[in-house]
């Protein structure tokens, strides 16, 4: 009897070790996304042409935020029929989730003195021209060296989202000029997106998920297709979709956007619903921000997210501005969607803040709850380069079968007391 004791005490042993080591590599495979700050304004963290694979934490918490995640919109139903998408069940959510969220529309004016934090690249001090890559600005020269490109151009309808920081993006005066109001397609007649910058940068995807946004959002659906419009056709948008991955300056410009507005471009963290919205099939293998592998027929996933937040430290990397180390971890089985459901919100106000000469509110800060607390603090962070790293499946299936293992170990122990005790009292008995 005190040898199977001792075999118990060694099964328990064994239990706790395989759940310190499974502790252990569960913090290995979360991503950061270092978060700089001027005023409440997030700095795009992102890098051109880097494949997005993950989520970020701001907009993992948006989407907690407004109760809703990919399974919940990608349930929906789009329509094979262009003249159909704008009254199917997607089309309304997207426009209902967007709006709503869409707190502070941008003035024409001030978008100038904001570019700093959405159109740099990596936190940098110099604005990317849109098509070309071009380091411009930061400072507006009152459009001698560069101007606003209306991607949705306002011959076609952008009406209200006219001066909507999503759409309008930074450029060179001479690469605004070279695509006029012309509609972006393949065809002779259409415009390249990639014709500026001599193949280093693909911007189809980009221009693509830009004007599925002002479909969507704004509701211009009678300017979308053909030459009259923005995109030469839904066969063109699907395939440059496809074509084109979002990259992390994409991922990284939602962020920062969202932290002036208050709305996201939902095509850029869940691209797949381009596909579900057209009623087209989602390409096998898609890379996507998700990262959970969602395209491709018959590929699921159970594994959900959850987000804890690390302290904020300034550094004067950037005089003043404040980071935020927001670390992305993966969490088994335990789903975090409805934590703050049935609760009434409104978007966090933060205090007004000054970028250039504008003045601006709206946004909520990366771990924050909806109450303004923090959800989550703790060890402090140093203030590094931006960074991120994906979570390797083969290392997520041998965690999973670790916490597998030291289940079925502590189930035996606890199995082994028990028969051991009824044993010795039945001996006592005897
Ligand atoms: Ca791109």
């Given at each position: 009897m005190k040898r199977m004791s001792k075999w118990a005490a060694l099964l328990l042993t064994l239990a706790l070790v395989c759940g310190l080591l499974s502790g252990l590599t569960l913090n290995a495979s979360a991503a950061t996304v270092n978060y700089v700050y001027s005023g409440s304004y997030v700095y795009n963290w992102g890098t051109r042409e880097?494949?997005?694979?993950f989520l970020s934490p701001m907009a993992e918490e948006w989407y907690k935020k407004y109760n809703t995640d990919y399974d919940d919109l990608a349930s929906l139903s789009g329509s094979s029929s262009t003249s159909s998408v704008p009254s199917s069940a997607l089309y309304k959510e997207l426009q209902s989730l967007m709006k709503g969220a869409h707190k502070y529309i941008t003035s024409y004016k001030s978008t100038t003195s904001m570019y700093k934090c959405?159109?740099?690249?990596?936190?940098?001090?110099r604005i990317s021209s849109f098509y070309s890559g071009k380091l411009i600005g930061p400072s507006w020269d009152s459009g001698s060296t560069w101007n606003r490109e209306h991607?949705?151009?306002?011959?076609?309808?952008?009406?209200?989202?006219?001066?909507?920081i999503m759409m309008l993006r930074p450029t060179s005066v001479s690469e605004n000029s070279s695509r006029g109001n012309a509609a972006y397609g393949?065809?002779?007649?259409?415009?390249?997106?990639n014709s500026e910058s001599g193949g280093k940068y693909d911007l189809r995807g980009d221009v693509a998920r830009i004007c599925l946004y002002v479909y969507c959002r704004?509701?211009?659906?009678?300017?979308?297709?053909g030459s009259g419009g923005v995109m030469e056709s839904k066969d063109v948008l699907i395939e440059w979709m496809e074509a084109d991955p979002v990259d992390t300056w994409e991922l990284g410009r939602n962020d920062a956007v969202q932290s002036i507005?208050?709305?996201?471009?939902?095509f850029v963290d869940y691209p797949e619903l381009a596909f579900i919205l057209f009623n087209e099939d989602i390409p096998k293998n898609y890379q996507s921000p998700?990262?959970?592998?969602?395209?491709?027929?018959g590929m699921t996933t159970t594994t959900t997210t959850t987000t804890t937040t690390t302290t904020t430290t300034t550094q004067?990397?950037?005089?003043g501005i404040t980071t935020t180390t927001t670390t992305r971890g993966q969490s088994g089985?335990?789903?975090?969607?409805?934590?703050?459901?049935?609760t009434t919100t409104t978007a966090e106000q933060l205090s007004q803040e000054q970028v250039g000469n504008t003045t601006a509110t709206g946004g909520f800060r990366p771990?924050?709850?909806?109450?303004?607390?923090?959800?989550t603090t703790t060890a402090a962070t140093t203030t590094t380069a931006a960074s991120e790293a994906n979570t390797d499946p083969l290392s997520e299936n041998l965690l999973w079968i670790v916490l597998a293992g030291a289940g079925v170990l502590l189930i035996a122990g606890i199995v082994i007391i028990v028969l051991v005790n009824r044993k010795k009292n039945k001996d006592i008995i005897g």
């Open positions: 880097e494949v997005a694979t959405t159109d740099c690249e990596a936190n940098g001090s991607t949705w151009p306002n011959s076609k309808g952008s009406g209200d989202a006219e001066n909507d393949k065809s002779s007649s259409y415009y390249n997106p704004w509701g211009n659906t009678s300017n979308m297709w507005t208050g709305t996201r471009n939902v998700s990262g959970e592998g969602k395209g491709g027929a004067g990397q950037q005089g089985n335990t789903t975090t969607k409805g934590q703050q459901g049935g771990g924050m709850a909806l109450d303004g607390k923090k959800t």
